[in-house]
């Protein structure tokens, strides 16, 4: 009884062309795997009101609705929430609770209004939404006024 030839004792082309088709095979089962256009998510830039009404949970409204960037104990976006100094942010509790004017370079998951990704993040001056006639009586409430 013969043994088969091992690995290391097949002609090169024949090795490469086996790692080839393995890889080839392994990229076809990851991509069956991903939901149609799970990679094709465009990267945009949205700007509008950015609220954290409480720990973990966060919302970009901007010209063309709410955006969820994060809900506690559920979905969260890949990324820094943009950082706010006293003046650009409005306290609405204890703790982290208020809102602010951002701008995201995000993504959104394909067909949602979710947000998978911001890749930077960027505070404005709370007029700049404010005079914004887009974002006109979509600032977020204050309860402490």
Same mark, same amino acid.
């Given at each position: 009884?013969?043994?088969?030839? $091992?690995?290391?004792?097949?002609?090169?082309? %024949?090795? !490469?062309? %086996?790692? +080839?088709?393995?890889? +080839?095979?392994?990229?076809?089962?990851?991509?069956?795997?991903?939901?149609?256009?799970?990679?094709? +998510?465009? %990267?945009?830039?949205?700007?509008?009101?950015?609220?954290?009404?409480?720990?973990?949970?966060? @919302? !970009?409204?901007?010209?063309?609705?709410?955006?969820?960037?994060? %809900?506690?104990? *559920?979905?969260?976006?890949?990324?820094?929430?943009?950082?706010?100094?006293? $003046?650009?942010?409005?306290?609405?509790?204890?703790?982290?609770?208020?809102?602010?004017?951002?701008? !995201?370079?995000?993504?959104?998951?394909?067909?949602?209004?979710?947000?998978? @990704?911001?890749? $930077?993040?960027?505070?404005?001056?709370?007029?700049?939404?404010?005079?914004?006639?887009?974002? +006109? *009586?979509?600032?977020?409430?204050?309860?402490?006024?």
């Amino acid at each position: 009884m013969t043994q088969p030839p $091992s690995p290391a004792r097949l002609p090169r082309t %024949v090795r !490469l062309l %086996v790692h +080839a088709l393995l890889w +080839a095979g392994a990229c076809q089962l990851a991509a069956a795997g991903a939901p149609p256009n799970a990679t094709a +998510a465009a %990267v945009q830039n949205r700007c509008g009101w950015f609220d954290n009404p409480t720990p973990g949970n966060a @919302t !970009l409204v901007d010209k063309d609705g709410e955006w969820t960037v994060g %809900v506690q104990g *559920g979905h969260q976006a890949e990324g820094k929430w943009p950082a706010f100094s006293k $003046s650009r942010w409005v306290q609405t509790g204890n703790g982290s609770a208020g809102y602010g004017c951002a701008c !995201l370079k995000m993504s959104a998951r394909p067909g949602t209004q979710e947000v998978a @990704t911001i890749v $930077s993040a960027r505070s404005q001056p709370l007029a700049t939404c404010r005079n914004d006639k887009a974002l +006109a *009586g979509q600032e977020p409430e204050n309860p402490l006024k």
